[in-house]
């Protein structure tokens, strides 16, 4: 049977599905599609602020930049700011994603026994998802400042030194590693209760009458149990904090100096801060970060086939 025939019987076995789903393709098409595609096109050529379309006044200068092929993919691969950013950048999403695991997979083995204020328990834990992410930064941003935070002044009635939180290298990445893990552990919290209260309570019960221990039914029950759940949100998890602009921009705006930069944060600086405005080169390292995420997620996924769990 041919592709074309194919596509023909589905379209005619299930044209109301697929008229139901046109609307949000032509979305996702118009919002997604075009900007990739520009960005891609824009990637492919020398565009800066210089020589893009413009308007000055009521003049109107026509865009000048040339096409140039793969010279940005070149000259990004080929500098060393790029392999640095990214080293950061893995470093930091691994950091996050598994500290945000393993926080929220605890905090909900917590939460799925029988215990008094379960529910508060879980609504104070669900809060920080709540509040919208500025908001959420700026308020860390307030606690780490270095003069008037109240982590500091707290330190200060210990008797201990402050603490450069956002000024020193070091000390600033592991805050914005803190803060992202804060902001995530809701997300993951929610899902993997949901997957443990899916695992049928008469497997735990059959294991400790049979002698289990907690740690024997933790990794042959909940663990197999949780694989499914598990490798979703990891994957979700692993993109979201890969291009996680809003903790890192707000918090350090990438310092100091470029400490705490991230590839996503740096291919915002190439377009909107550093002049001139290089559009070209930071839609190179937009392209390369897709890329990045695409063969990440193509990699798992095999991964996760072997191992039987295709989603």
Not at 19 to 48: E, H, K, Q, W
Not at 131 to 159: C, D, H, Q
Not at 216 to 225: K, L, S
Not at 256 to 262: K, L, R, S, V
């Amino acid at each position: 049977m041919t592709f074309a025939v194919r596509v023909r019987r589905a379209l005619g076995t299930h044209w109301y599905a697929w008229t139901m789903v046109a609307p949000v393709v032509l979305v996702i098409g118009v919002i997604i599609g075009y900007p990739l595609v520009r960005g891609v096109f824009l990637s492919l050529t020398d565009a800066n602020e210089a020589n893009v379309e413009r308007n000055i006044g009521v003049n109107h200068l026509p865009a000048t930049y040339k096409f140039t092929g793969l010279d940005n993919y070149r000259a990004v691969l080929s500098d060393g700011v790029f392999w640095d950013r990214l080293g950061w950048t893995v470093l930091w999403t691994v950091g996050c994603v598994s500290l945000t695991f393993l926080t929220g997979l605890a905090l909900a083995n917590m939460l799925n026994r029988t215990l008094r204020g379960r529910t508060f328990y879980r609504l104070a834990l669900i809060l920080p998802w709540a509040i919208p992410a500025f908001i959420s930064v700026f308020t860390w941003r307030m606690l780490y400042n270095e003069k008037n935070g109240i982590l500091n002044k707290l330190l200060a009635g210990g008797g201990i030194d402050a603490v450069p939180w956002l000024n020193d290298p070091t000390w600033a990445k592991l805050s914005v590693i803190a803060v992202n893990v804060w902001l995530g552990v809701p997300f993951m919290l929610v899902a993997l209760l949901g997957g443990l209260q899916s695992i049928p309570g008469e497997l735990y019960e059959a294991a400790e009458m049979d002698g289990a221990s907690a740690w024997q039914r933790f990794r042959h029950i909940t663990v197999p149990g949780l694989r499914a759940v598990s490798s979703t949100v990891i994957l979700l998890s692993t993109i979201w904090t890969f291009n996680m602009f809003p903790v890192i921009f707000l918090l350090t705006r990438g310092g100091p100096g470029d400490a705490t930069e991230i590839l996503v944060t740096y291919a915002y600086r190439l377009s909107f801060i550093d002049s001139p405005r290089n559009f070209s080169e930071s839609a190179a390292w937009g392209v390369l970060i897709l890329v990045l995420l695409s063969v990440v997620a193509v990699v798992y996924r095999r991964a996760l086939r072997k191992q039987g769990e295709v989603w």
